[in-house]
T-cell receptor, first 115, second 114 residues
Framework: AQSVSQHNHHVILSEAASLELGCNYS??????LFWYVQYPGQHLQLLLK??????LVKGIKGFEAEFIKSKFSFNLRKPSVQWSDTAEYFC?????????????FGKGTKLSVIP | DAGITQSPRHKVTETGTPVTLRCHQT?????MYWYRQDPGHGLRLIHY???????DKGEVSDGYSVSRSKTEDFLLTLESATSSQTSVYFC?????????????FGPGTRLLVL
């Protein structure tokens, strides 16, 4: 079974700082990768996803992520964060190559942006 | 946002009582999922359904059962609630695309078991 690791539990940044959240997964075959965001008190919303093609994926609200197959990584980036980006971010993976479309989530990274 | 509603949105119950949570979708998607979210654990899959009357267990299924008698409704039942089942429960749906399956989440149900 695949697993997902998010290295940072809580990240605190000032507005305009750059952001990079780490995500590593364990499965060596074909994977689909996702980042979800959960604003305080709300449900999960899809931020971006990677299925195939260009490993640099652009999502909503200025976020992007890069799939590096050799490193089993899918890190999330944003060049300049805003206070409104304060939320919890979840990386998730499924492995259609293993016949599994079930999503496996990381434990989440809480981002606090200080005005 | 995908057409997913969950009811109730909040519930307080006592240990030992049965509880049923409902997920309703208007997207006619084939797959439906129940997750629980707990601090430090992320989201963990409880049960999922791949069609009417077709369900399977997820990672944390003990103490939970599900039913799906219609495409649009997926029920999660706690037969005898325990304090360890205090959590936020999210329903998700997907269309089961082979190319890439994206799950969309409902607003959640906050359950407190006293």
């Amino acid at each position: 079974a695949q697993s997902v690791s998010q290295h940072n539990h809580h990240v605190i940044l000032s507005e305009a700082a750059s952001l990079e959240l780490g995500c590593n997964y364990s499965y060596g075959g074909t994977v689909n990768l996702f980042w979800y965001v959960q604003y305080p008190g709300q449900h999960l919303q899809l931020l971006l996803k990677y299925f195939s093609g260009d490993p640099l994926v652009k999502g909503i609200k200025g976020f992007e992520a890069e799939f590096i197959k050799s490193k089993f990584s899918f890190n999330l980036r944003k060049p300049s964060v805003q206070w409104s980006d304060t939320a919890e971010y979840f990386c998730a993976v499924n492995a259609p190559g293993a016949g599994s479309y079930q999503l496996t989530f990381g434990k989440g990274t809480k981002l606090s942006v200080i005005p | 946002d995908a057409g997913i509603t969950q009811s109730p949105r909040h519930k307080v119950t006592e240990t030992g009582t049965p509880v049923t949570l409902r997920c309703h979708q208007t997207e006619n998607h084939r797959y439906m999922y129940w997750y629980r979210q707990d601090p430090g654990h992320g989201l963990r899959l409880i049960h999922y359904s791949y069609g009417v009357k077709d369900t399977d267990k997820g990672e944390v299924s003990d103490g939970y059962s599900v039913s799906r008698s219609k495409t649009e409704d997926f029920l999660l039942t706690l037969e005898s609630a325990t304090s360890s089942q205090t959590s936020v429960y999210f329903c998700a749906i997907s269309d089961g695309s082979i190319v890439g399956e994206t799950q969309y989440f409902g607003p959640g149900t906050r359950l407190l078991v006293l």
